[in-house]
């Protein structure tokens, strides 16, 4: 089956196939979160973004093989609802931007600044810090080889806009600069997006609208 992205809480995930990688996405619940599960094809090892919430659905897509890593996007509490019980059960590294990690109940392991590169088997990811929904969001940018890339923008960029900095107009500015010269002049319309809440979108879809959303403030 052709991959959509449109999940729903209590439905199926859904499984985005590429050569090197398989994404796998999930909704869960009470604020209809989603997470994404890497699955490297050469080595099977396996990454998960955002523990949100729903431990055991999460651990029930996670499976026997369980994973060596779960990135955190950003600090706010409906993204690591279920990050303790999913660590105590498989033993995952985890990783958050250095700026948010103080706001995260559980230990992180990786501190990750702009640039850094985390690896999920033979697959590399590329952290982006966006500053202005939270001090130390991150997004994380596949550039597939074989095909377009990909970025997991948490909520940083949804389509129709950049997150929400809460009618702050300097958390805006900051965040409209950070997504971008870090996401929109560095990767081509083909990008898919992976928010952190709804369908997914591409660069493409989203580009015409960003002088609407300078005009609107958010």
């Given amino acids: 089956m052709t991959y959509t992205g449109e999940v729903r809480v209590g439905g199926p995930a859904d499984v985005h196939e590429l050569k090197d990688l398989m994404i796998t996405k999930i909704a869960v619940g009470p604020m209809d979160n989603n997470a994404y599960l890497l699955r490297c094809r050469a080595t099977d090892e396996q990454l998960l973004i955002d523990a949100a919430n729903e431990a055991h659905t999460l651990l029930g897509m996670i499976g026997d093989d369980g994973i060596a890593s779960v990135v955190t996007t950003h600090r706010h509490g409906d993204h690591w609802q279920a990050l303790a019980e999913v660590v105590a059960a498989t033993g995952a590294r985890t990783h958050a931007g250095r700026e948010d990690a103080p706001g995260i109940p559980v230990p992180t392991d990786v501190l990750v600044d702009d640039g ?5 088997g033979q697959v590399e990811l590329t952290a982006r810090h966006l500053v202005g929904h939270t001090p130390g969001s991150i997004a994380l940018v596949y550039d597939d080889p074989h095909g377009h890339p990909h970025v997991f923008t948490g909520d940083c960029l949804f389509p129709g806009g950049v997150g929400n900095t809460h009618k702050d107009p300097k958390a805006f500015a900051s965040l409209i600069h950070d997504v971008e010269t870090k996401i929109f002049d560095a990767l081509p319309d083909e990008t898919w997006v992976y928010p952190g809440h709804g369908n ?9 609208h960003l002088p609407e959303w300078h005009a609107r403030g958010w």
Wanted: proline share 7%; charged share 45%; glycine share 8%.
């Fill in 116 to 120: 850094d590169v985390i690896r999920v």
């Fill in 200 to 208: 997914d979108t591409t660069l493409g879809d989203e580009r015409p």
